[in-house]
Each structure stands twice: as structure tokens, then as C-alpha cells.
T-cell receptor, first 116, second 111 residues
Framework: GAGVSQTPSNKVTEKGKYVELRCDPI?????LYWYRQSLGQGPEFLIY????????DSGLPNDRFFAVRPEGSVSTLKIQRTERGDSAVYLC??????????????FGEGSWLTVV | KNEVEQSPQNLTAQEGEFITINCSYS?????LHWLQQHPGGGIVSLFM???GKKKHGRLIATINIQEKHSSLHITASHPRDSAVYIC?????????????FGKGTRLHILP
């Protein structure tokens, strides 16, 4: 597609429920990032994929959070047993790494998750 | 201490004023990014810098690698420039290019 697409754009769920957030990156981008942004804060790193594998998942806050990218394109962020503190904007970004010189990163519009 | 620090955190200015937002970082980098986030909106990449200076319209970004410092300038500011401006860096690493973000500067331009 033309840009990074995230669905749903808004999700309200009850505490304890399971949620999936989807990210469709720009075609050909091998790097995919998930970030979480709380009100008034900058984005907080969650997980980074290079191709199909999670190159760095050190930002996932606990084992209720999991992300997959089985075919190296679309990624799904999965949150089990949601808590009110999980409420945030979940941002996905993709890039085509050019080692040593940095790369332009493209963001989706975000998925606004509210846990009530 | 955060690896990427921005100042000011909040800035309110009158339309037409020259705006400067600063970013300091503490790690070696391969690139620095300036991003713009409108209220309720996604994030747009404004600049990616590894040295020197870049200009796009009324926006200018500079970086001093030795001092680990970058500035974003907005000339002839306009209310539509009101947004959160985020500085982010790609650390110099053989392992990956995970980006580290600053907390953002909230800019409000008054008409």
C-alpha cells in the first residue's frame, strides 16, 4: 500500500479481554516497529522485527504482550487479559534499513486502545 | 537520564515568530529524525539527518555530531504548525536500527 496501515483505528475493550492490533507496513519494508504512546509522552519502544523474526522484544512490558509477523509483512500485536493501564495509542512503523546511514521511518496513524 | 532529551517541553508563540526546538542525545548515532505529530493524528517524518543542515519550506533542521545536538527551526510560524515535534535517533549499532524517541515538544502557535 501507499503507507503504513493500522487497524482498528479505535478499540474500546473491557478489562480482562483479549485484543489484537494489526499493522500492514509499506510493501518491501523489512523493518517493522511497534511503539506505545501514552498521553503527553513520546513513543515507547515495544518490539522490532527484521523480516519475520523479532530482532528485539525488550520493550514488551510483560508476558501479556506478544507480537508476530509470520510472513515478514503484516504484523499483529496481541494483548491478553487487558488492564486499564494498557490504554494508549499503539503505533506501528516500518522502514527499509540502509545499514550505516540510517533510514526514513514511516508511521501508521496508530490504534487507540481504551480499556474500561 | 533519557538518551534523547528535548527542550522546551512546551512552547507557545505568536504567529510569525521564529521557533527553535532543541534535541540532545547521549549515544552514538547513524541518523537523527525530526517527526511531527498533530493532535489525534499519526506521526510524520520531517527530516532525517546524519550531518549538517536540511531545509524544507519553512522548516530547517541542523545537527552537530560532535556536540550531540540538533535543532529544529520554524520560520514565520503559523497556527497550522501547532503540533508535537519529536526528536528521535537511530543508534549506531551492528545489531539493529531500533529508534529511540525523545518525549516531544508541544508547540502552540497563536493567531
Amino acid at each position: 500500500g501507499a503507507g503504513v496501515s493500522q487497524t482498528p483505528s479505535n478499540k474500546v475493550t473491557e478489562k480482562g479481554k483479549y485484543v489484537e492490533l494489526r499493522c500492514d507496513p509499506i510493501s518491501g519494508h523489512t523493518a517493522l516497529y511497534w511503539y506505545r504512546q501514552s498521553l503527553g509522552q513520546g513513543p515507547e519502544f515495544l518490539i522490532y522485527f527484521q523480516g519475520t523474526g523479532a530482532a528485539d522484544d525488550s520493550g514488551l512490558p510483560n508476558d501479556r504482550f506478544f507480537a508476530v509477523r509470520p510472513e515478514g509483512s503484516v504484523s499483529t500485536l496481541k494483548i491478553q487479559r487487558t488492564e486499564r493501564g494498557d490504554s494508549a495509542v499503539y503505533l506501528c512503523a516500518s522502514s527499509f534499513p540502509d545499514s550505516g546511514s540510517g533510514n526514513t521511518i514511516y508511521f501508521g496513524e496508530g490504534s487507540w486502545l481504551t480499556v474500561v | 537520564k533519557n538518551e534523547v532529551e528535548q527542550s522546551p517541553q512546551n512552547l507557545t508563540a505568536q504567529e510569525g515568530e521564529f521557533i527553535t526546538i532543541n534535541c540532545s542525545y547521549s549515544v552514538g548515532i547513524s541518523a537523527l529524525h525530526w517527526l511531527q505529530q498533530h493532535p489525534g493524528g499519526g506521526i510524520v517524518s520531517l527530516f532525517m539527518l546524519s550531518s549538517g543542515k536540511k531545509k524544507h519550506g519553512r522548516l530547517i533542521a541542523t545537527i552537530n555530531i560532535q556536540e550531540k545536538h540538533s535543532s529544529l527551526h520554524i520560520t514565520a510560524s503559523h497556527p497550522r504548525d501547532s503540533a508535537v515535534y519529536i526528536c528521535a535517533v537511530t543508534p549506531r549499532s551492528d545489531r539493529d536500527d531500533k529508534i529511540i524517541f525523545g518525549k516531544g515538544t508541544r508547540l502552540h502557535i497563536l493567531p
